[in-house]
């Protein structure tokens, strides 16, 4: 590009007349527009993962294609077995269907199965008015109400515990002695109170106390009872609704009457000590004489409920055989050492 001026300046008085001619010529030079040879990097790099093949893992070729894979199949002409899928999809960030299901029939059918959910619902990431099944551990059964019959049960698995309320007919279906035993809940719908996640009982939900002992849930129940104890001061960093085991010294037992709804109840605790500090176990459903016979003596409570108060840590008997007591467990000579030094 040229560009150019030209400036003419005249001046007038009374004597002379001067006329001054100056021209000016400027020009500037444009850079010309190149062409651009390298696209947006970012964007080239988007497309080249877009259109460059995807290494799909090594998979052994004697396994036959199956027809709801063959979208998949054909892209790479790899067969990728259903054990692999779940793998695929971390790997190559390609979402990979479910095997669908064989026939019509299922196909409709599955759309009224609920899923499986489990006690941990912060993991439960379906909306409000969700329907599940929930198959877990009965850890405390609560008094039955009237007008209408209600009962409020807790359940625990392996990532947590959640309580419901079961109404009606499931009310007599619960009692201390359910506690430890298999509940199956069916269509449960999510709820949210408060911001918080909470399992409700609708008209066409069911519950019944199962046997199964093969299931992976009550396997980890009966786990429990082999873990490695906790000593006093180590409760004290373990998380609220855990449940363990822990040993000490029943140094002492105490027992004080409290209200529950306007109901007067006893609440007994047996007092543990050992050299890494103490820590209370209570109970509402055992009295005074119960754990007058362990006092001075080396204790074991298997599978009793971590929780909490005013911010100091304590241990909840679980009823019926949710919690056991022993008296024969390794470290037993070492804590008589402790309390007669």
């Given at each position: 590009?040229?560009?150019?001026?030209?400036?003419?300046?005249?001046?007038?008085?009374?004597?002379?007349?001067?006329?001054?001619?100056?021209?000016?010529?400027?020009?500037?030079v444009?850079?010309?527009k190149?062409?651009?040879?390298?696209?947006?990097?970012?964007k080239?790099?988007?497309?080249?993962?877009?259109?460059?093949?995807?290494?799909?893992?090594?998979?052994?070729?004697?396994?036959?294609a199956?027809?709801?894979?063959e979208?998949?199949?054909?892209?790479?002409?790899?067969?990728?077995?259903?054990?692999q899928r779940?793998?695929?999809?971390?790997?190559?960030?390609?979402?990979?269907?479910?095997?669908?299901?064989?026939?019509?029939?299922?196909?409709?059918?599955?759309?009224?199965?609920?899923?499986?959910?489990?006690?941990?619902?912060?993991?439960?990431?379906?909306?409000?008015?969700?329907?599940f099944?929930?198959?877990?551990?009965?850890?405390a059964?609560?008094?039955?109400?009237?007008?209408?019959?209600?009962?409020?049960?807790?359940?625990?698995?392996v990532?947590?515990?959640?309580?419901?309320?079961?109404?009606?007919?499931?009310?007599?279906?619960?009692?201390?002695?359910?506690?430890?035993s298999?509940?199956?809940?069916?269509?449960?719908?999510?709820?949210?109170?408060?911001?918080?996640?909470?399992l409700?009982?609708?008209?066409?939900?069911?519950?019944?106390?199962?046997e199964?002992?093969?299931?992976?849930?009550?396997?980890?129940?009966?786990?429990l009872?082999?873990?490695?104890?906790?000593?006093?001061?180590?409760?004290?960093?373990?998380?609220?609704?855990?449940?363990?085991?822990?040993?000490?010294?029943?140094g002492?037992?105490?027992?004080?009457?409290?209200?529950?709804?306007?109901?007067?109840?006893?609440?007994?605790?047996a007092h543990?000590?050992d050299?890494?500090?103490?820590?209370?176990?209570?109970?509402?459903?055992?009295?005074?004489?119960?754990f007058?016979?362990?006092?001075?003596?080396?204790?074991?409570?298997?599978?009793?409920?971590?929780?909490?108060?005013?911010?100091?840590?304590?241990?909840?008997?679980?009823?019926?055989?949710?919690?056991?007591i022993?008296?024969?467990?390794?470290?037993?000579?070492?804590?008589?050492k402790?309390?007669?030094?």
């Amino acid at each position: 590009m040229r560009v150019g001026w030209n400036f003419r300046f005249t001046m007038h008085n009374d004597f002379t007349k001067h006329t001054i001619h100056h021209k000016m010529c400027l020009k500037f030079v444009m850079p010309r527009k190149r062409p651009i040879n390298n696209p947006n990097p970012v964007k080239h790099q988007v497309v080249d993962l877009l259109s460059s093949p995807v290494a799909l893992p090594a998979v052994p070729h004697d396994i036959p294609a199956s027809s709801d894979d063959e979208a998949l199949n054909n892209h790479e002409n790899v067969v990728v077995p259903d054990g692999q899928r779940s793998a695929l999809k971390s790997d190559v960030g390609v979402d990979v269907l479910p095997k669908s299901p064989s026939s019509n029939r299922d196909r409709f059918l599955q759309g009224f199965l609920p899923a499986r959910t489990c006690c941990n619902l912060d993991l439960c990431r379906a909306p409000a008015g969700s329907k599940f099944n929930l198959t877990a551990i009965c850890i405390a059964v609560f008094p039955a109400s009237v007008n209408p019959d209600r009962r409020y049960i807790q359940l625990a698995d392996v990532t947590g515990t959640v309580g419901v309320t079961v109404w009606n007919q499931n009310v007599n279906k619960f009692s201390t002695s359910s506690v430890g035993s298999l509940v199956s809940l069916s269509r449960v719908a999510i709820s949210s109170h408060h911001g918080k996640k909470q399992l409700t009982m609708t008209r066409d939900s069911s519950t019944d106390i199962i046997e199964d002992p093969s299931h992976n849930v009550f396997e980890w129940w009966q786990q429990l009872l082999s873990l490695n104890p906790k000593s006093c001061g180590s409760v004290q960093d373990v998380a609220d609704n855990s449940i363990i085991s822990v040993t000490g010294i029943c140094g002492h037992v105490t027992s004080e009457v409290k209200m529950v709804q306007g109901v007067p109840k006893t609440l007994t605790t047996a007092h543990l000590v050992d050299p890494s500090g103490r820590v209370d176990v209570k109970s509402w459903n055992h009295d005074h004489g119960h754990f007058m016979q362990y006092v001075d003596r080396p204790v074991m409570f298997k599978r009793v409920r971590v929780t909490s108060f005013a911010g100091t840590k304590m241990c909840e008997i679980l009823d019926g055989a949710g919690t056991i007591i022993e008296e024969e467990f390794p470290g037993k000579t070492s804590l008589f050492k402790f309390w007669s030094s």
